[in-house]
């Protein structure tokens, strides 16, 4: 997926956790420190293809039935961080779309979840493929971290003592 664009993106996984939460607050701070935009993404996959035949048909929802319903929540999760940003709902597998979506992008900026207390944090499928498959550096976000700071930029001249 290539973006023509000058300005460096940022592309942000977005689930509907915390933890994705605080990787698009790091992300936006981040964005702010290099000038580049935010893409955040969501993959999305329709539960229809996984229901036995069998099973009624009172609780499914059409495939434009979900997928609005998932644009809907990913809209509303995003604008609580980001109102300017609309975020893509793309169809697949989540790894395969983060993949693609961050294919020219300067990072790409995943949550990670808060393990339960005295275990050891461990990357998930979808984070392992996307560290491994990634072509830009990929930053793991805790939902314990803060967004990033807004430096301001400063004048500063160096110069040197002359010896003599």
Known sequence: MTHN???PR????????PAATAALRWALGEARLRGAAIQPVHAWQWSGQHRASYAPM???R????EFEVAREQTREIVAQVAPSVEPVVAHGPP????????????????GIRRPE??????????????????RCPV???????????AFRSYDVTLSGATTG
């Open 117 to 134: 207390p005295g275990m050891p944090v461990a990357a998930t499928p979808v984070l392992a493929a996307c560290i491994m498959g990634a």
């Open 58 to 60: 009172g609780s499914w």
């Open 139 to 149: 930053v793991v976000v805790s939902p314990r971290a803060m967004a990033a700071p």
């Open 62 to 65: 059409s495939h434009d039935e």
């Open 10 to 17: 940022i592309v942000v996984g977005v689930s509907h956790s």
């Open 95 to 110: 790894a395969q779309v983060l993949l693609n979506h961050c294919e020219d992008a300067e990072m790409l900026v995943l």
């Open 5 to 7: 664009t000058t300005r």
